[in-house]
């Protein structure tokens, strides 16, 4: 299965890096501190943001991905750092050079994900296994970003998968505690094929559902057929009793 998945589905290749300021420097200039670059041999990354804290500490974050990410992982940690500050200069000011400290993530070197920021499929094999990536398989049900409709490969995309493996495994288990709206969703995002098999609460409660709406709709029906006649409240009571 390793094997297939590091062939068929390989997993991207980012470098994350984050570099602290005394000062935001870049804002006092008018600028936002995102830039985007071209691939190069003299700069690293393809872009940047302004990662200031909700506190207030100037910051800034870049990714180092694609050949990129290829070309600058096979050299030492601190010639990427020292290419990293010397484009930061030549984009924001020589106040870049002066940072508090650097710091910085290769993915591609975690055991557990081996990449970053997710699986992308090999040609032709998104449109064979893309209907399968979500369908459950028996008992088991399949969650993980990957599998997301939306924000595929971030932490939204996750708990969105999270969310979805959950209200399969409800509407397999007691699909009488989902909601229309929870249900719809399922259908919606192609996880539930089949209406969920019934049981004994479901069928009680879709009896008692009918049979609720039913005896209020005839008693009603039944009081304007016979308020055309005489005796009207006996025949009422005498029609009500019977239920």
């Known amino acids: 299965m390793r094997e297939f998945l590091t062939q068929n589905m390989p997993v991207g290749h980012m470098m994350k890096f984050i ?10 200039k008018g600028l936002s501190g995102e830039i985007v670059a071209g691939s190069s041999t003299d700069c690293p990354f393809c872009v940047t943001f302004d990662a200031t804290s909700p506190r207030g500490n100037p910051a800034l974050v870049g990714f180092i991905s ?19 500050l010397s484009s930061l200069v030549k984009y924001l000011g020589p106040e870049a050079a002066s940072c508090i400290h ?7 070197k975690e055991e557990f994900s081996g990449g970053c920021p997710v699986n992308v499929m090999a040609p032709g094999l998104l449109t064979f296994y893309q209907p399968s ?23 939204s995309g996750a708990v969105q998968a999270g969310q979805r493996a959950a ?25 539930l094929h089949r209406p969920p098999k019934p ?24 009081a304007l057929l016979l308020a055309r006649k005489q005796n009207v409240p006996m025949k009422i009571k005498t029609y009500i009793g019977s239920f």
């Open 19 to 28: 570099v602290t300021y005394q000062t935001a420097f870049w804002k006092e």
């Open 66 to 84: 694609g050949q990129q990410a290829t070309l600058w992982s096979a050299r030492e940690a601190g010639e990427r750092r020292t290419a990293v």
């Open 102 to 108: 650097y710091e910085e993530k290769d993915w591609a």
């Open 133 to 155: 990536l979500r369908n459950p398989c028996g008992r088991i049900h399949w969650a993980g970003t990957e599998t997301a409709t939306r924000w595929c490969g971030y932490m």
């Open 167 to 191: 209200l399969e495994v409800l509407a397999e288990v007691s699909h009488v505690v989902l909601t229309a709206e929870e249900q719809e969703s399922l259908i919606r995002g192609q996880t």
């Open 199 to 222: 049981t004994a609460l479901s069928a009680l409660l879709k009896r008692l559902t009918r049979k609720s709406v039913l005896v209020p709709a005839l008693t009603i029906s039944a």
